[in-house]
């Protein structure tokens, strides 16, 4: 591994504990189902204007329902960054589910992205990756935005990536 990816690595995980030990946690209320949590206009505008670090807030808790069930309501990914979704219904298939929404420089991008091939109807730019499960684009003046489906069901990985990552970009 080059000097630069060990850099990148050591600033992402630098990075993230600085987010979490600067944010702290408010103690909010987590995903409990679709059925309890339909979303609500105010999750609609908190996951608008949500701040570059808070990716937690840039998917409301029913569009991430929606895709794996009730839900842990995200927290920070220390493995790539951004914010991670996994769901507490258990395994399916052997795998439990997980949505991963995150935003990163260029470089912390290039060392830790799976890029993929080009994808069409997306934004310039727009790869995915369908061993991961990996939709990256640019977004907000250089930076890369990123959504990692896990799900059970692989033909439908790229559909949902494509879906939250539209979201993803009207938010950023």
Same mark, same amino acid.
């Given at each position: 591994?080059?000097?630069?990816?060990?850099?990148?690595?050591?600033?992402?995980?630098?990075?993230?504990?600085?987010?979490?030990?600067? /944010? #702290?946690?408010? #103690?909010?209320?987590?995903?409990?189902?679709?059925?309890?949590?339909?979303?609500?206009? %105010?999750?609609?505008?908190?996951?608008?204007?949500?701040?570059? #670090? %808070?990716? !937690?807030?840039?998917?409301?808790?029913?569009?991430?329902?929606?895709?794996?069930?009730?839900? &842990?309501?995200?927290?920070? %990914?220390?493995?790539?960054?951004? !914010?991670?979704?996994?769901?507490?219904?258990?395994?399916?298939?052997?795998?439990?589910?997980?949505?991963?929404?995150?935003?990163?420089? @260029?470089?912390?991008?290039?060392?830790?992205?799976?890029? #993929?091939?080009?994808?069409?109807?997306?934004? &310039?730019?727009?790869?995915?990756?369908?061993?991961?499960?990996?939709?990256?684009?640019? !977004?907000?003046?250089? &930076?890369? /935005?990123?959504?990692?489906?896990?799900?059970? &069901?692989? %033909?439908?990985? @790229?559909?949902?990536?494509?879906?939250?990552? @539209?979201?993803?970009?009207?938010?950023?």
């Amino acid at each position: 591994m080059n000097i630069f990816r060990k850099l990148a690595h050591v600033a992402i995980v630098g990075g993230a504990l600085a987010l979490v030990v600067g /944010c #702290g946690s408010d #103690g909010g209320r987590t995903s409990s189902g679709p059925a309890d949590d339909p979303g609500t206009p %105010d999750d609609v505008a908190s996951a608008m204007t949500a701040p570059k #670090g %808070d990716e !937690c807030k840039r998917l409301t808790a029913s569009e991430v329902t929606e895709v794996i069930g009730p839900n &842990d309501g995200g927290q920070h %990914d220390f493995a790539i960054g951004g !914010c991670v979704w996994t769901a507490t219904s258990g395994a399916k298939d052997g795998l439990v589910e997980a949505i991963t929404a995150t935003v990163l420089s @260029k470089a912390e991008y290039e060392g830790v992205a799976e890029v #993929g091939e080009p994808v069409t109807g997306s934004a &310039d730019g727009t790869t995915y990756n369908p061993i991961h499960g990996e939709l990256w684009f640019p !977004c907000r003046s250089g &930076d890369f /935005c990123g959504i990692k489906v896990k799900i059970s &069901d692989p %033909d439908k990985r @790229k559909d949902v990536a494509t879906r939250l990552g @539209k979201v993803l970009q009207g938010r950023v």
